[in-house]
């Protein structure tokens, strides 16, 4: 455990340098989202989304847009910098995430991890690129379950080739209300982010 909080102190650092991480208050901010996460959403509980397909697709872009210049523009270089040997440089890691939005403005409600990478620091990096990425604006009402949120899981790699990609995404539209819907949200960034078009 000393170990991994090291090299996370380093790669939060060097987040920190390039403004990438401004959440980066250690483990225990995001200690629930981490261990024991249970996923709010399950594809049994998900009705097909058919002719929401294109609505869908274009929100994704727009999530992408803000997501894809902070995990795969500054975090995934940040790792870089470390030795070609440390546990954060394998090319085939993947972290999935469970990202739930606000139906009204698209920011961020709640985050877990619901296959962890097995590298505490890069699931981190994940969550954190996507909570300073909110909020990303008005969903389309297609995609808001019955209970006013946006439910969805995105796998990210550590192979910048995939990175952080809407290929890996699963929108998932509930059948009902979830009786374990969240409340409480992160607090929301309000930051500007540039786009980008690349994975």
């Given at each position: 455990?000393r170990n991994?909080a090291l090299?996370?102190v380093f790669?939060?650092?060097?987040?920190?340098?390039q403004h990438?991480?401004?959440?980066?208050?250690?483990?225990?901010?995001?200690r629930?989202?981490?261990?024991?996460?249970?996923?709010?959403?399950?594809?049994?509980?998900?009705?097909?989304l058919?002719?929401?397909?294109?609505?869908?697709a274009r929100?994704?872009?727009?999530m992408h847009?803000?997501?894809?210049?902070i995990?795969?523009?500054?975090?995934l270089?940040a790792?870089d910098?470390?030795?070609?040997?440390?546990p954060?440089?394998a090319?085939?890691?993947?972290?999935?995430?469970e990202?739930?939005?606000?139906g009204i403005d698209?920011h961020?409600?709640?985050r877990?991890?619901?296959?962890?990478?097995?590298?505490?620091?890069?699931?981190?990096?994940?969550?954190?690129?996507v909570e300073?990425?909110?909020?990303f604006?008005?969903p389309?009402?297609e995609?808001?379950?019955?209970?006013?949120?946006?439910?969805?899981?995105w796998?990210?790699w550590?192979n910048?080739?995939?990175?952080?990609?809407?290929?890996?995404t699963?929108?998932i539209?509930?059948?009902?209300?979830?009786d374990s819907?969240?409340?409480?949200?992160?607090v929301?960034?309000?930051?500007p982010?540039?786009?980008?078009e690349?994975?």
């Amino acid at each position: 455990m000393r170990n991994s909080a090291l090299v996370l102190v380093f790669v939060l650092s060097s987040c920190r340098e390039q403004h990438a991480c401004r959440h980066a208050s250690g483990i225990e901010h995001w200690r629930s989202a981490i261990e024991n996460y249970v996923p709010h959403a399950k594809p049994s509980d998900e009705v097909a989304l058919n002719a929401a397909q294109v609505p869908i697709a274009r929100y994704l872009s727009r999530m992408h847009e803000r997501i894809h210049p902070i995990f795969a523009e500054q975090f995934l270089p940040a790792l870089d910098k470390l030795p070609a040997s440390s546990p954060l440089n394998a090319i085939d890691m993947s972290t999935n995430i469970e990202i739930i939005l606000d139906g009204i403005d698209g920011h961020v409600i709640e985050r877990g991890v619901i296959k962890s990478s097995g590298v505490t620091a890069f699931d981190i990096g994940v969550l954190d690129s996507v909570e300073r990425a909110s909020p990303f604006g008005v969903p389309p009402s297609e995609i808001v379950s019955p209970d006013g949120h946006v439910y969805m899981h995105w796998e990210f790699w550590r192979n910048p080739d995939f990175a952080c990609s809407t290929y890996f995404t699963h929108p998932i539209l509930l059948r009902t209300a979830s009786d374990s819907a969240p409340h409480e949200s992160p607090v929301p960034s309000t930051t500007p982010r540039g786009g980008s078009e690349g994975r």
